[in-house]
Nanobody, 123 residues
């Protein structure tokens, strides 16, 4: 059993930064961040392989967000810079059942999810 606990969300102004953290208990493999707005489908944000050597990003966040991990702390991070009002969503951490999923953006590649942390960006 794996538990994922996200933190670091909050309210910021457009252009500012936030860093999300996802602390995991138990063994983890590739990890990812997804986000979801009310009434919308959950969408992929970023993923990182177990070694940290491979990453993937959604086009909407490429160049602004950076995913990283510290396996000694069993924690994954999402550094979010130049935040925009459209980044306002509930952000979820997810664990994959493989070292690097064939399709990192596919929700079905992930077997454990956190409860989410809310990010609000005001204009």
């Amino acid at each position: 059993q794996v538990q994922l606990v996200e933190s670091g969300g909050g309210l910021v102004q457009a252009g500012e930064s936030l860093r999300l953290s996802c602390a995991a208990s138990g063994r983890t493999f590739a990890m990812a961040w997804f986000r979801q707005a009310p009434g919308k489908e959950r969408e992929f944000v970023a993923a990182i392989s177990w070694s940290g050597g491979t990453t993937a990003y959604a086009d909407s966040v490429k160049g602004r967000f950076t995913i990283s991990r510290d396996n000694a702390k069993n924690t994954v991070y999402l550094q979010m810079n130049s935040l925009k009002p459209e980044d306002t969503e509930l952000y979820y951490c997810a664990k994959s059942y493989s070292l690097w999923p064939a399709r990192p953006s596919d929700l079905k590649q992930y077997d454990y999810w956190g409860q989410g942390t809310q990010v609000n960006v005001s204009s």
